[in-house]
């Protein structure tokens, strides 16, 4: 598929055919083009949770669902996904990684990092999953863990306390799924989210004074 497409198509899928289990080799590449992704000092400070058996994803769904008497149509759509995946994120593997010789920092300081890049990367990890899902004819759906089940789902699955779930992707076979009531807000313009040179300058401002110029010019 061409790559303007995958962008095009990609999507939240909220319900999948659970008779159709995702190849294995179709899991293969959606976690090797994960680890794709950049990261700072190539720290690959990610990891990844693959829970493919029924019993597997039972057990996630009972530990990160918000609770009792909060079965939705989302969540019921959900729970039909055959493979689930959760990306983690290791903040100390950064920390050592700038505390090396080469990155010129003598200590582990967390203060240093104005972002948090190893939440940053694992998200772009997960964003190349989504979009490998579109390009192998899937469907997929990144979405968050409750904060107050994260104690659970690390019980549930022996996490261990340095890795951080940036939130979990359902990935399978579309099924008849119902369209977010959240896309009636529709998607901003370039002109509300780009500044070109200044904040404030828009693209149809950038464009105005780029023709102005050309007229000026003679072009």
Known sequence: MEFADVVRRRRMVRRYDPERPVPDEVVRRLLTHATRAPSAGFAQGWAFLVLETAAERERFWTAASPGTGTRTRWLDGMRTAPLIIVPLSDKSAYLDRYAEPDKGWTDRDEARWAVPYWHVDTGMAALLMLLTAVDEGLGACLFGIPAQRLGVFREAFAVP????????????????????????????????????????????????????RNVADGG
Do not use: F, K, M, N
Not at 175 to 199: F, Q
Not at 201 to 207: D, G, H, I, S
């Open 161 to 212: 306390e340095a890795y951080a779930p940036v939130g979990a992707v359902t990935v399978g076979y579309r099924a008849a799924d119902h369209r977010s009531a959240s896309l009636a807000r529709g998607r901003r313009s370039l002109d509300e989210v780009v500044h070109r040179g200044s904040w404030g300058v828009t693209v149809e401002a950038a464009q105005a004074s780029a023709g102005a």
